[in-house]
């Protein structure tokens, strides 16, 4: 399990983006489900950025 901000970096470097950008505080805004921001990610997000969450 990483410990540190720089270890979740480097094991999962999309996963920042992936919760930051689909996640964030205005997140009702832009979606209206949980569902629906996965489903916006995944259909935006490479094989190879998938793999990295």
Partial sequence: ?????????????????????????????EYASYTEAVDDYLAGASETDRGNL
């Fill in 1 to 29: 399990m990483p410990q540190s901000r720089w270890e979740y970096r480097e094991r999962f470097p999309e996963l920042s983006q992936f919760l930051g950008g689909h996640f964030h505080q205005d997140f009702f805004d």
